[in-house]
Every structure is written in C-alpha cells, then in structure tokens.
C-alpha cells in the first residue's frame, strides 16, 4: 500500500488531501503540532503524528514512526498580510522557519530513504502570490518564492535518483483557518500612516470572484504524485489557473 505523509494537517488544505489520498486507498500520516482528529475521517489506514517541521528531534521521531513513504507533502505554512514597516523581524524570521527552512528540512530528512529505493514524490505547497507582485503581502511572498527557487533547483538533483519533486500553487482560500491564523501568529498591526492604503487593499480583496477551494488543492496534489508528466508548477482554484493563464504559464 502507498504511503504519504503530509505536514499540517490540523485544519484546510492539509486535511482536504488527507482525505483525498484516504480516499484512492493510500496510508496516509497526519501529522499536525498538535494532533487531533477533528475534521478527519476515521480510517484504519490513517496514522496520526505530532510533528513541528522547525524541530530536527520532533521530523526524526514523525518519520521513524511514519516508515518508509513514497510521497512527502509539504504543506505546513504560515501566512502574514502586514506591510514590511508593520512586520516584526522575529515573525518574519519564524515565518521564513516553518515555510522554507522546514520544508528543507523535511525534505532532506526523507530524501535518504528516497533516494535509496529510487522512488518517490515531494510536492511543496507553495502559493499564486508568487506570480506578481501583491501589497501587504512582500515577507509571506518572498518565503513562498524562495520555496519555488528551492524546489526547482532541487527537483534536479532528485531526478538523479529517480525521485521528483514539484510545486503546486494555491490562490485565496478565504474558506480556510488560514488568513485568520495568521493573523493570530503573526499579527497586522500596520503603521497608523499605512491605515487607508490597508483599507483600500481590503475593498479590492471584497470584489474577488475567483478563489481556491480546499478540495482544489488536494486534486492539484494529487496530480503532482501520481502523474509522471505534470508540469513542475500546478495551479490549484480558479483565481491561480486565472494567473497561470494571464502570466502564459503552461500547466496542462
């Protein structure tokens, strides 16, 4: 049986694809900071861990219960909307800790036992908003982008032992925990100077039609592990295929 692990698993996207993988008849390991079953299905073929992707002892203990995998999902993130004068370099530094340096950290902990066996896929969460330049939004871009950067470089020296990796790129899920948890994490106090230029980025942000739905992100995962031929970037929800198409990205 096919086994995946996915980080962040307590709430959105991390749970849509658990199910989703739950679902085509894979093991399936949770893992969460804290673990929970709320919102997850009851399934013997599901195996809940607490894992914090920032901790070197808390991935060996996660992946030494967990066995070998033949997908690992990068999901865990933490999101901030602030402008760069309103941001904490320390939440900025934590926010670079969890998206990108654990991220590299989970994916250097699997690659051994990857590598060895000469299979396996590592799809990293990354974001649309790396596709243009968005207000409020320069600290959680500049790690996403930099979790792009890493991904493709490192996909190449992966293939050399059989082993992919590739990203894909959810838009706005305002269904999600996610905005509101950031907020909670790393807080939005912007500059009172900063106060209309917010409000203005706030009305635009009402009049979006598209968005991304959870189960979206989950297919465009489950795509990038099981399609030998999907592009490196995937776009998941409707406002990232939108981007996709208007930057001429080829995601077919």
Same mark, same amino acid.
């Given at each position: ?126 974001? $649309?908003?790396?596709? +243009? =330049? ?10 996403? *982008?930099?979790?792009? !950067?890493? %991904? ?66 989950? $297919?465009?995962?489950? +795509? =990038? ?10 776009? *998941?929800?409707?406002? !990232?295929? %939108? ?10």
């Amino acid at each position: 049986m096919s086994r995946v692990l996915i980080t962040g698993c307590s709430s959105g996207f991390g749970q849509s694809i658990a199910k989703r993988f739950l679902e085509e008849g894979w093991h399936v390991v949770a893992t969460m900071r804290s673990p929970s079953t709320e919102g997850l299905p009851s399934s013997d073929r599901l195996q809940l861990l607490p894992l914090d992707v920032t901790d070197p002892n808390s991935i060996a203990s996660a992946l030494e219960k967990a066995g070998p995998l033949d997908a690992l999902i990068n999901n865990a993130g933490v999101g901030m909307l602030n402008v760069l004068e309103g941001a904490e370099i320390a939440k900025a530094r934590e926010l670079f800790e969890v998206n990108v340096l654990g991220a590299m950290a989970m994916t250097q902990a699997v690659m051994p036992s990857m590598r060895t066996r000469r299979k396996g896929v590592i799809v990293n969460i990354s974001s $649309s908003v790396t596709l +243009r =330049a968005l207000p409020a939004l320069s600290i959680y871009s500049a790690s996403k *982008a930099a979790l792009n !950067a890493f %991904t493709m470089s490192f996909a190449l020296e992966a293939e050399e032992f059989g082993v992919r990796a590739r990203l894909v790129l959810p838009g706005s899920a305002p269904e999600t925990a996610f905005g509101r948890n950031a907020v909670a994490r790393m807080g939005m106090d912007a500059p009172e100077v900063y106060e209309p230029y917010m409000q203005s980025i706030f009305q635009a942000r009402k009049a979006t039609t598209e968005f991304t739905q959870a189960q979206d992100v989950a $297919s465009a995962v489950w +795509r =990038a592990v099981t399609d030998i031929n999907a592009p490196m970037m995937l776009p *998941a929800g409707a406002d !990232a295929e %939108t981007w996709f198409r208007e930057e001429g990205i080829f995601a077919a």
